[in-house]
């Protein structure tokens, strides 16, 4: 099995900055693309921004230019970076790792206040 844990989320002013990190543990053997999704009350979950093993990067037209997704290998740890935050950036994130099967994290709250 794979275990997800997310840290960074909280209470920010619009036009600040979030960090939010993702650890892996377990069988990461199974995890190829690393991620992160989010829900908004009422929405559907939505990828933000993936990455893979290689490094290349999937990122949601919303966040473009604003967030930035990095991943350390080694560490078996994917970080995004959230700048110039918006109210509508307000949901749960949730860490995603996919590759023989998919896992999720149990998802952290990123408030941000207008």
């Known amino acids: 099995q794979v275990q997800l844990v997310e840290s960074g989320g909280g209470l920010v002013q619009a036009g600040g900055s979030l960090r939010l990190s993702c650890t892996a543990s377990?069988?990461?053997?199974?995890?190829?693309?690393m991620g992160w999704y989010r829900q908004a009350p009422g929405k559907e979950r939505e990828l933000v921004a993936v990455?893979?093993?290689?490094?290349?990067?999937t990122v949601a037209d919303s966040v473009k230019g604003r967030f930035t997704i990095s991943r350390d290998n080694a560490k078996f740890t994917v970080v995004l970076q959230m700048n110039s935050l918006k109210p509508e950036d307000t949901a749960v994130y949730y860490c995603?790792?996919?590759?023989?099967?998919?896992?999720w994290g149990q998802g952290t709250q990123v408030t941000v206040s207008s």
């Open positions: 990455i893979t093993n290689g490094g290349s990067t």
């Open positions: 995603h790792g996919a590759g023989r099967g998919s896992y």
């Open positions: 377990g069988t990461i053997f199974r995890i190829n693309t």
